[in-house]
């Protein structure tokens, strides 16, 4: 038999998001597909044969540029790490679709919005139609593909995330200081690791905020978003009489990352949607507390190692908050259950599902 040939369009490699979940799953797919070729789109992959794609992400001209390229491939299947899949593709397809927020939250598409709607819409349709196998990061995602776009439940598999090896606990507390000291955080502080959008609930987190009976406490909102929602965020803080205390970092280096988790008091994850929630996990991996909402994917992911709270009850969260700040004992109890949480999830098993997958849309 020949060897499998797998096409991996690569072109969000280096972003967030997409772009660490498809280089930690690419990274270890040869283990578990051995003697299988794979060719890279729109990218260098080490181990990879290389076909350059000028297309972008989202464009029309990936519908007619990745099909084109692709055809001369003698290609067995196709992943395609997003929705925005080559639906003309040659191969067989293999997506994923982390999540349905395009369709969820259209407020927070761009201009003009009918249009982005439409095109996440039909797009995802299109895609998960054409597609043999359709992966998602949680049982949320795939309930919600059920049930919105009608896809077939035989045809999904949940291939959770994970967390990256250079994430854990810091273990010299002269560094963790150090890092304390050298970014202003004196007091205790409650962190939130996002994108700066309305779905992830910063504005209930900082109302959750300002209602805590702990005033030494500062809240880092940490991640970038739009300069009109993150202006509107500083204002809210400042008319709940809390701007002073709360920080915005931007985007936060990934070096850095493990030390903001490990210094902050709590973390906390208010979203209302998430398609799997990386960032509690993270936390736990780095010895955070965590406070989370109960909706969509998160339960699966914190399970009983977190507090959770409905993301609409600023109040609840803002006990959950005092509580794991004022109860020592609590918080070692949610660290030591976060820690062993996150050995639940590893990066390797997420390959070997989406290798499965592929294996199987191939016919081998």
């Known amino acids: 038999m020949s060897a499998l040939r797998v096409g991996v369009d690569v072109r969000m490699l280096g972003k967030t998001g997409i772009g660490v979940y498809l280089a930690e799953v690419l990274r270890r797919l040869p283990r578990h597909l051995p003697g299988a070729e794979f060719v890279a789109f729109g990218g260098r992959v080490p181990g990879c044969e290389t076909v350059p794609v000028a297309a972008r992400v989202y464009s029309l001209a990936e519908q007619i540029d990745l099909p084109l390229a ?13 929705y925005n ?11 994923t679709v982390h999540d349905l927020i395009h369709l969820r939250f259209r407020g927070q598409l761009p201009r003009p919005r009918w249009l982005s709607y439409l095109y996440a819409r039909t797009q995802i ?14 049982e949320s995602t795939r309930r919600d593909l059920v049930h919105m776009l009608g896809v077939p439940t035989a045809r999904i598999r949940v291939t959770p995330e994970a967390v990256g090896e250079d994430l854990g606990p810091v273990r010299s507390g002269r560094r963790l ?16 690791v996002s994108n700066l959008k309305p779905h992830k609930n910063p504005e209930g987190l900082i109302r959750a905020f ?14 970038q978003g739009s300069p009109g929602y993150a202006a509107a965020l500083r204002e809210l803080a400042t008319r709940l009489g809390v701007g002073a205390r709360v920080r915005f970092p931007g985007k936060i280096r990934r070096d850095d990352l493990r030390y903001w988790y490990a210094g902050a008091a709590v973390f906390a994850c208010p979203s209302f949607s998430e398609g799997f929630g990386l960032p509690p996990l993270e936390a736990f991996a780095c010895g955070a507390p965590v406070v989370a909402s109960n909706a969509a994917s998160l339960p699966e992911v914190v399970g009983n190692a977190a ?33 062993r949480r996150v050995r639940r ?20």
């Open 70 to 82: 692709a055809a001369s491939r003698d290609l067995d299947v196709f992943w395609s790490p997003h």
């Open 85 to 95: 899949a080559p639906l003309l593709s040659p191969a067989r397809l293999v997506v």
């Open 125 to 138: 349709r299109l895609a998960c139609a054409r597609a043999r196998i359709v992966l998602t990061p949680s």
């Open 177 to 192: 200081d150090a890092f304390r000291r050298s970014h202003g955080l004196r007091a205790p502080y409650v962190l939130f």
């Open 210 to 223: 300002a209602a805590m009976r702990d005033r030494r406490v500062t809240l880092v909102l940490a991640g």
């Open 307 to 339: 507090l959770t709270v409905a993301p609409g009850d600023s109040a609840g969260m803002a006990r959950a908050l005092d509580a794991v700040i004022a109860h020592p004992a609590l918080r070692r109890r949610l660290v030591a259950a976060g820690l």
């Open 345 to 364: 999830f590893s990066w390797d098993r997420t390959a070997a599902l989406t290798a499965d997958a592929l294996r199987a849309a191939a016919g081998r």
